[in-house]
């Protein structure tokens, strides 16, 4: 759920300071909203009667001209209250030229050539090189750039063949998951008339001997109501070069499944297909076909979701696996396909760092570890004896281990909060690394301070907290408080260059560690989940306390932003303590926890959410759902919800529903707005032109409400 780029470059070059102690918030004219409309729709669900007003908004605007229209009326309130922000434009500016800069991704190594994408900071989209590794020159092999009007169209997954001689490619049109494959050949530039529907959630991966690649696909979905309707019965087929999607053969398929996604991976000597069945829940099964059997039968070896299984590599018959079967914070495996009935073995144990990824490179095995959401990377001998650590360019995070088996040459990429993502070469004999893409930034990076912190909650539970500002803002500070809290995901330390243009006007960021995310192993992941999901909302809370109690921020100086299931934990935390934040800013949230599970892919976040089929999960969810627990009579934060018109994850009508709610009910005076943009989705895939433009609308609006001082940068 949660889709979320990395984009960065910051100019610490102040021309002023920010207000430091608590402001009252301007007086502002009564903001007139639209007229919502109420239609007749009260349900019965275990003897409670739920009214749900607002229902005809879950349509899809481009079938229903009447949703189109309040999308239009509200984005129009919208505008007209942002545009007398002050410090709109100035952000607006500063985020453009943080960005210009060279972004580059860790590249994959094919048939002697290096791929990698590549963003020069003043392109709306990345674009895909290819480097040869002989002469290290560059070229463009796909430019996204153009394929639209707006440049919502973006290129999405890609994967050269073995040979480096042909890459496939995904299409995104306008922010949507939906995909379509494509083939081009890297020499002559020529794309293929190979053209893959249908494909969604999928990874690509060539056979060993390029002659096409396995990838996921979905059947073609029927009726008007495709764009919000649920996803069933994904299968893996192979695509051979050259050939109709009609003539793809399908590889594998579980008719008695279907909400569960099938995900192709292949073992670097291409004997074995990795096939994961999940339903989405960092849980799966695991299923191998042996290519070199012309009939490709699966055996399957995992049967059932209680754990995750992922292959990293193989020697031969032997699969190296990192799971959590029987280790809440993940161990290393073997499976020995030569056995007629494969059991693990262990090789490295459980730590009380949790184990989070981990590689077979160069004859060893890398594996990454979180302390304390901080990243180490320990190495060790296949059969599982300690070989050292990996020294990291700093205290921070470091990731994507990529490279073969067999091929000393690794690379891996490394951030937090004060560095840029930089890309670097790792040598596995020698055990060091150069820097293989590093960005060059106009900015006094030694000028911010990032610092961790601790606190507890409700509870009493320990939980981290990172705080970003300048070394020159010691007092009381308008703040921006940051979470996510859910699916086993960790929030870990990366650049991120909209907190960081909050940072330069003098303002705090604070990105807190809270049960849900996966930074204490599936322990801290339970403890968020289902019916323990209030502890994700005590968590944020008590954050928030903490930050005023240590005089971090002011009375009224604290913003909250989160995105996806952070933005359920805006809506949530938004309802239960109105009083402790100054605005609000939750973004794609699901906010709607009575039908979520009817949408798209809702299905697959059952296991996290619960299942409001169910008496015990829909007390549960009735509990904090944000659309159904918004109550008259407290003054209410100022709200910014944003949300796209093309998000296909979490659909647009949870905010459109939650924010007719808000603006029906009586709240106190500050605004209750939502921002709709267009040709736009989850995240991922949006142009920067329009990231600009939504973050320099959600830190002037922040600014506004929380007494931060908006002023210009040379």
Same mark, same amino acid.
């Given at each position: ?28 004219? =009564? ?123 973006? %290129? ?49 991966? #060539? ?83 042996? %290519? ?103 205290? *921070? ?70 705080? =970003? ?54 322990? #801290?992941?339970?403890? *968020?989940? !289902? ?21 971090? =921020?002011?009375?009224?100086? %604290? ?8 933005? !359920? ?10 009083? !402790?934040?100054?605005?609000? %800013?939750? *973004? ?84 209750? !707005? ?30 506004? #409400? ?9």
């Amino acid at each position: 759920m949660q889709n979320t780029a990395v984009l960065a470059i910051l100019s610490l070059v102040l021309l002023g300071t920010a207000n430091t102690q608590a402001q009252e918030a301007p007086d502002m004219a =009564t903001i007139s909203y639209p007229q919502t409309k109420r239609v007749d729709v009260v349900e019965d669900h275990f003897g409670r009667t739920i009214v749900d007003p607002y229902r005809w908004l879950e349509t899809n605007a481009g079938q229903d001209p009447a949703v189109a229209d309040w999308v239009a009326a509200q984005n129009a309130v919208t505008e007209q209250h942002l545009a007398t922000l002050p410090g709109r434009d100035i952000f607006r500016g500063r985020l453009a030229a943080m960005l210009n800069y060279d972004q580059v991704t860790a590249p994959t190594k094919r048939g002697g050539r290096y791929f990698f994408t590549k963003s020069s900071g003043q392109e709306n989209q990345p674009t895909l090189y290819v480097r040869d590794a002989h002469d290290g020159t560059d070229r463009v092999v796909i430019d996204p750039n153009g394929w639209s009007a707006d440049n919502a169209d973006a %290129l999405a997954e890609w994967a050269p063949s073995d040979d480096g001689a042909l890459v496939a490619f995904a299409v995104q049109t306008g922010g949507t998951d939906w995909r379509t494959i494509k083939i081009i050949d890297v020499d002559s530039g020529t794309v293929r008339a190979d053209d893959l529907q249908w494909v969604r959630f999928s990874t690509i991966t #060539w056979a060993k001997d390029n002659s096409g690649f396995f990838y996921s696909r979905f059947p073609e979905p029927e009726g008007p109501g495709s764009a919000t309707g649920g996803i069933a019965n994904q299968a893996i087929y192979f695509h051979a070069v050259g050939t109709t999607q009609a003539e793809d053969r399908l590889v594998y398929a579980d008719a008695a499944q279907p909400q569960v996604l099938q995900l192709a991976d292949i073992t670097d000597d291409g004997r074995y297909l990795l096939i994961a069945t999940t339903p989405g829940a960092g849980v799966n099964g695991l299923t191998v076909i042996d %290519l070199a059997d012309a009939d490709w039968t699966p055996r399957l070896l995992i049967d059932n979701f209680e754990a995750e299984w992922s292959v990293i590599g193989n020697q031969g018959d032997l699969l190296y696996v990192l799971t959590s079967h029987d280790a809440e914070r993940r161990r290393l495996v073997t499976l020995d396909l030569a056995q007629a009935d494969p059991q693990p073995v262990e090789i490295v144990p459980e730590d009380e760092a949790v184990l989070t990824s981990a590689a077979l490179l160069g004859g060893r095995l890398l594996a990454t570890y979180l302390v304390d959401a901080n990243t180490e990377v320990r190495r060790f001998h296949t059969s599982g004896v300690p070989d050292g650590t990996v020294a990291l360019p700093g205290i *921070g995070s470091a990731g994507g281990l990529r490279g073969n088996g067999a091929d000393d040459e690794a690379f891996f990429i490394y951030s937090s909060y004060d560095t840029p993502i930089s890309v670097y070469r790792y040598s596995v004999a020698g055990n060091d690394h150069t820097p293989w893409a590093k960005p060059e930034v106009a900015a006094d990076l030694d000028s911010i301070v990032v610092e961790q912190r601790f606190y507890r909650s409700k509870d009493g539970t320990r939980i981290p907290l990172f705080i =970003t500002r300048r070394n020159d803002v010691t007092g009381p500070a308008p703040t921006l408080l940051y979470g996510y809290g859910g699916f086993g995901i960790s929030q870990v330390p990366f650049y991120n260059p909209a907190h960081m243009a909050w940072v330069e006007q003098g303002g705090v960021v604070a990105v807190a560690n809270i049960r849900g995310g996966g930074e204490y192993g599936r322990a #801290w992941h339970r403890a *968020g989940q !289902l019916e323990n999901k209030q502890n994700v909302f005590d968590d944020f809370i008590a954050a928030g306390e903490f930050l005023k109690a240590e005089g971090v =921020t002011s009375q009224g100086g %604290l913003a909250i932003q989160g995105e996806s299931s952070g933005g !359920l934990l805006v809506g949530a935390v938004v309802n239960q303590r109105p009083d !402790l934040f100054a605005a609000a %800013l939750p *973004g794609v949230g699901v906010m709607d926890m009575l039908r979520y599970h009817q949408f798209t892919g809702g299905q697959m976040w059952i296991a996290d959410f619960g299942n409001p089929a169910e008496e015990r999960h829909f007390n549960n969810l009735m509990a904090y759902s944000p659309y159904h627990n918004i109550a008259d009579g407290q003054d209410c934060p100022a709200v910014l919800a944003t949300t796209a018109d093309t998000d296909d994850r979490v659909v647009p009508g949870h905010s459109f529903k939650y924010v007719a709610a808000l603006q029906a009910a009586e709240l106190g005076p500050r605004p209750r !707005l939502v921002r709709v943009e267009t040709r736009a989705g989850h995240g991922a895939g949006m142009p920067q032109d329009k990231v600009v433009a939504l973050y320099a609308d959600m830190w002037s609006f922040a600014a506004h #409400w929380t007494g931060l001082t908006v002023t210009p940068v040379k």
